[in-house]
């Protein structure tokens, strides 16, 4: 018999109610957001309060424009992350049937266009406020990862976003059909559980890689540096996970099984992987251009 582990009994809903004849749920997926930003923001505002942590002791904003930032912050993650997912993955469908783009609540965010959301919000603001702009991406880039790791956490819980066919000890046998739908697989499917490699890339090694570098090594005083380093290490992770993670089914024909968004005679990259690359690249440029200031 094939280990494996048993995925957890667990509901995407902590709770419902109902009233006047419509039900409405909090889902763990809605409160890893909600706590992921709360968490961010505490991290952030604690930044600004340090002004040894910043060049010449002056930190980019104050705690006031912090929390007048971050409206335009989660603005800009629930626009960007919704028509990111929207217009790279299933653009013909949501183009077909536009008001279904309003229902945020089934499910379908993108990281990818999620950070270009945020990038926009911030743009806007450091403008508007004649603030610097590498620095203010350094602040926000300090607090994602708990909003990431979380966020993983709950995409675990929804068995959603789960990786490829495995038959290491760890692969885990999701509930629904469609992860149990495994064409070379006799009996029960265990599968890579991507969500959790994500977790602890993205959020928990790369966020802890962060914390140290502003408040040990005093990578804040070097503008774009934290930046940098979040978007080439998000990257490098998500690239590398890509490997193991179950492509969109819209990507997925028979004559490409491994659903890769641009490929030649069965080698290429997927979706995943073509929106990390330039990531990296504008993470590694950001790191470069610290050293040559420095």
Known sequence: MMAMLPFPNMSPEIFSITLFGMTFALRWYALAYIVGIVLGWRMVVRAVNRPDLWAHGKPVMTK???????FW???????????????????????????????IWEGGMSFHGGAIGVILAGVYYTSRHKISKFSTGDMVCLGLAPGLFLGRIANFINAEL???????????????????????????????????????????????????????????????????????????????VEFVRQPDAQFISTGNPLGLALHIG???????????LPMIAVGVYLVLRTRRLA
Request: hydrophobic share 45%; with cysteine.
């Open 64 to 70: 006031t424009q912090v929390e007048d930032f971050l």
């Open 73 to 103: 912050v989660i603005l800009g993650v629930i626009l960007g992350g919704r028509l990111g997912y929207v217009f790279f993955y299933q653009a013909s469908y949501y183009l077909s049937h536009p008001l279904q783009i309003l229902r």
């Open 162 to 240: 789960w990786g490829r066919p495995t038959d290491l000890p760890w692969g885990v046998a999701f509930p629904t059909v469609a992860a149990q739908n495994c064409p070379d697989v006799i009996g029960i499917c265990a599968r890579h559980p991507s969500q959790l490699y994500e977790a602890l890339l993205e959020g928990l090694i790369l966020g802890s890689l962060l914390v140290y570098l502003a408040w040990r090594r005093g990578a804040l005083k070097q503008e774009g540096l934290i930046g940098g380093t979040f978007l080439a290490g998000y990257g490098i992770a998500r690239f590398l």
């Open 266 to 276: 069965g080698y290429g990259l997927t979706m995943g992987q073509l929106l990390c």
